[in-house]
C-alpha cells in the first residue's frame, strides 16, 4: 500500500469521527499528511477539509445550535484568532505547544470532573454571570488553538459539554464555530503563505474520501448514545494531550 493510498483511507476515518463526534479529523489527518507535505501544506489541506464537513453538517442542526453561548465563543474565538496569529510571529512554537498542553489538559480535567459529579444540568442563576464569561474564554482559548494548531473545536466542546447541552447540540454549535474558525484561518494562511500547487492537488486528492467519510458520519451519528459520544469525545481529547505531549518532546 503507497502512502497516498493509506492517506485516502485515514482521511475516511477521520470525516467519519469528525462527522459522529464533533471533533476529530485534524488530530488524525495532520501528522499522516506532514509526512509528505511540508506544514503549511498539510494546515491548509487540513483546514479545507474541515471546513467542507463543517459547512456541510451546519444547514441540518441549524434548530440545534446554542445560538447564545455560539455568539460569546465567536466574541472570544475572534479575538484568540488574532492573538494567535500574532503569537505565530513572534513566540516559538514550542512555547505555544507548551501553553496549549497546559490550558487543554485544565479544560480536560474540568470535562472529566464535571461528568463525574452529580451537578444539575441547568445552572443556578448567581452562576450564570461567570459562565458567561467562561463561554468568552473558553472561545478564545479555541481561536488561539485554531491559529496557532489547527484545534479549534475541544474547547468549544469541553465548554458545552460542562454545561450539559446534549450532543446534538453541541456538534452542532461546534460545527457552526468551526465554519467561522476555519475560514479566517485558512484566509489568514492564503495571505500570508500563498497556496501551493501541491496543496490544491492533494485537497483534490482527498476530497472523495472526505466525503464519503462525511456521509457515512452523518448516517452513523443519529445512533449514538449519549455515553458513547463521550466516551469517544474523551479518547480524542486524551489523543490530543498526548500529541501535544509528545511534539514538545520531540518524539
Same mark, same amino acid.
Given at each position: 500500500?503507497?502512502?497516498?493510498?493509506?492517506?485516502?483511507?485515514?482521511?475516511?476515518?477521520?470525516?467519519?469521527?469528525?462527522?459522529?463526534? &464533533?471533533?476529530?479529523?485534524?488530530?488524525?489527518?495532520?501528522?499522516?499528511?506532514?509526512?509528505?507535505?511540508?506544514?503549511?501544506?498539510?494546515?491548509?489541506?487540513?483546514?479545507?477539509?474541515?471546513?467542507?464537513? #463543517?459547512?456541510?453538517?451546519?444547514?441540518?442542526?441549524?434548530?440545534?445550535?446554542?445560538?447564545?453561548?455560539?455568539?460569546?465563543?465567536?466574541?472570544?474565538?475572534?479575538?484568540?484568532?488574532?492573538?494567535?496569529?500574532?503569537?505565530?510571529?513572534?513566540?516559538?512554537?514550542?512555547?505555544?505547544?507548551?501553553?496549549?498542553? =497546559?490550558?487543554? *489538559?485544565?479544560?480536560?480535567?474540568?470535562?472529566?470532573?464535571?461528568?463525574?459529579?452529580?451537578?444539575? *444540568? =441547568?445552572?443556578?442563576?448567581?452562576?450564570?454571570?461567570?459562565?458567561?464569561?467562561?463561554?468568552?474564554?473558553?472561545?478564545?482559548?479555541?481561536?488561539?488553538? &485554531?491559529?496557532?494548531?489547527?484545534?479549534?473545536?475541544?474547547?468549544?466542546?469541553?465548554?458545552?459539554?460542562?454545561?450539559?447541552?446534549?450532543?446534538?447540540?453541541?456538534?452542532?454549535?461546534?460545527?457552526?464555530?468551526?465554519?467561522?474558525?476555519?475560514?479566517?484561518?485558512?484566509?489568514? *494562511?492564503?495571505?500570508?503563505?500563498?497556496? *501551493?500547487?501541491?496543496?490544491?492537488? &492533494?485537497?483534490?486528492?482527498?476530497?472523495?474520501?472526505?466525503?464519503?467519510?462525511?456521509?457515512?458520519?452523518?448516517?452513523?451519528?443519529?445512533? =449514538?448514545?449519549?455515553?458513547?459520544?463521550?466516551?469517544?469525545?474523551?479518547?480524542?481529547?486524551?489523543? #490530543?494531550?498526548?500529541?501535544?505531549?509528545?511534539?514538545?518532546?520531540?518524539?
Amino acid at each position: 500500500m503507497t502512502i497516498s493510498t493509506l492517506i485516502i483511507f485515514v482521511t475516511f476515518f477521520a470525516a467519519f469521527v469528525q462527522t459522529t463526534t &464533533g471533533l476529530g479529523f485534524g488530530m488524525i489527518i495532520a501528522p499522516v499528511l506532514l509526512v509528505i507535505y511540508p506544514p503549511v501544506d498539510a494546515i491548509q489541506i487540513t483546514g479545507a477539509l474541515t471546513l467542507l464537513i #463543517a459547512a456541510v453538517m451546519t444547514p441540518f442542526s441549524l434548530d440545534k445550535i446554542v445560538t447564545r453561548e455560539l455568539k460569546r465563543l465567536a466574541i472570544g474565538s475572534g479575538v484568540g484568532l488574532i492573538l494567535g496569529t500574532v503569537f505565530v510571529k513572534f513566540i516559538p512554537i514550542p512555547s505555544i505547544r507548551i501553553a496549549a498542553l =497546559i490550558v487543554l *489538559s485544565y479544560a480536560f480535567f474540568r470535562y472529566v470532573e464535571s461528568h463525574l459529579s452529580s451537578r444539575r *444540568s =441547568i445552572a443556578a442563576d448567581h452562576d450564570r454571570t461567570e459562565q458567561h464569561k467562561g463561554a468568552v474564554r473558553y472561545g478564545l482559548a479555541s481561536g488561539v488553538m &485554531g491559529a496557532t494548531l489547527a484545534m479549534p473545536g475541544p474547547m468549544a466542546l469541553i465548554f458545552l459539554r460542562n454545561k450539559r447541552f446534549i450532543p446534538e447540540q453541541v456538534k452542532a454549535t461546534v460545527f457552526a464555530l468551526m465554519v467561522g474558525s476555519y475560514s479566517t484561518m485558512l484566509i489568514l *494562511s492564503m495571505a500570508v503563505n500563498g497556496v *501551493s500547487a501541491d496543496a490544491w492537488i &492533494g485537497l483534490k486528492m482527498y476530497l472523495i474520501p472526505t466525503v464519503v467519510g462525511l456521509l457515512a458520519g452523518f448516517t452513523m451519528s443519529k445512533h =449514538i448514545p449519549t455515553v458513547l459520544f463521550d466516551l469517544l469525545n474523551t479518547i480524542l481529547m486524551l489523543s #490530543a494531550i498526548l500529541v501535544l505531549g509528545a511534539k514538545i518532546v520531540g518524539l
